[in-house]
């Protein structure tokens, strides 16, 4: 069977869980997430691997390139990417790519972009299934009146990271 090697790291933050398969980066998430055993479960068996805490190259180099993003030294991100999910929730994680840096994006616009108005609730749940925060910015996504709302890493991490992305408004920085 296939192997996932996992790495934790603790970043400022919080800590989070780092996953490779083949190469590619398959995981990137909040370790104490709410739906952490149904994403690792899914990943798992969509690769038919199984997971292991074992040092992987590309480790490293996720590591960088996410200290990089909180120094203010990297906007984008130059790692495999591995999607493991659904049609649909591939189509909103892909869409989630195109949103810039230091942008935000409410949770009706990007259903209007995927052309499923009415499915709001679903692209939101897909949002929420990302496995690959930060490197796919799922944080970007707020409410239609502004307010930051669902983060798998919790509104406080969701805020540092739009905090440093300068995508805040002044409406929003006294949240917390």
Same mark, same amino acid.
Request: glycine fraction near 6%; charged fraction near 20%; hydrophobic fraction near 40%.
């Given at each position: 069977?296939?192997?996932?090697? @996992? +790495?934790?790291? +603790?970043?400022?933050?919080? *800590?989070? @869980? =780092?996953?490779?398969?083949?190469? $590619?980066?398959?995981?990137? &998430?909040?370790?104490?997430r709410k739906?952490?055993?149904?994403? *690792?479960?899914? =990943?798992?068996? *969509?690769?038919?691997?199984?997971?292991?805490?074992? *040092?992987?190259?590309?480790?490293?180099?996720?590591?960088? $390139? @996410?200290?990089?993003?909180?120094?203010?030294?990297?906007?984008?991100? &130059?790692?495999?990417?591995?999607?493991?999910?659904?049609?649909?929730?591939?189509?909103?994680?892909?869409?989630?790519?195109?949103?810039?840096? #230091?942008?935000? @994006?409410?949770?009706?616009?990007?259903?209007?972009?995927?052309?499923?108005? +009415?499915?709001?609730?679903?692209?939101?749940?897909?949002?929420?299934?990302?496995?690959?925060?930060?490197?796919?910015?799922c944080h970007?996504?707020? #409410?239609?009146?502004? &307010?930051?709302?669902?983060?798998? !890493? !919790?509104?406080?991490?969701?805020?540092?990271?739009?905090?440093?992305? #300068?995508?805040? $408004?002044?409406?929003?920085? #006294?949240?917390?």
């Amino acid at each position: 069977m296939s192997k996932i090697y @996992i +790495k934790y790291y +603790k970043f400022a933050v919080g *800590d989070v @869980i =780092i996953g490779i398969y083949e190469n $590619q980066l398959c995981l990137l &998430d909040w370790q104490y997430r709410k739906q952490r055993e149904a994403i *690792d479960h899914r =990943i798992a068996n *969509d690769l038919n691997a199984i997971y292991t805490v074992e *040092d992987h190259q590309l480790h490293h180099k996720v590591i960088v $390139q @996410i200290q990089e993003y909180f120094n203010k030294k990297r906007n984008e991100f &130059d790692i495999p990417l591995l999607l493991t999910g659904t049609t649909f929730q591939k189509a909103v994680w892909n869409e989630l790519l195109k949103i810039p840096y #230091g942008q935000t @994006i409410s949770y009706l616009s990007l259903s209007r972009k995927l052309y499923k108005e +009415k499915a709001i609730r679903a692209v939101a749940n897909a949002n929420g299934a990302n496995a690959l925060s930060i490197v796919i910015p799922c944080h970007r996504v707020i #409410g239609s009146n502004g &307010d930051l709302i669902g983060y798998a !890493g !919790g509104l406080l991490a969701k805020k540092k990271l739009l905090q440093i992305e #300068g995508a805040l $408004q002044s409406n929003q920085l #006294g949240l917390f």
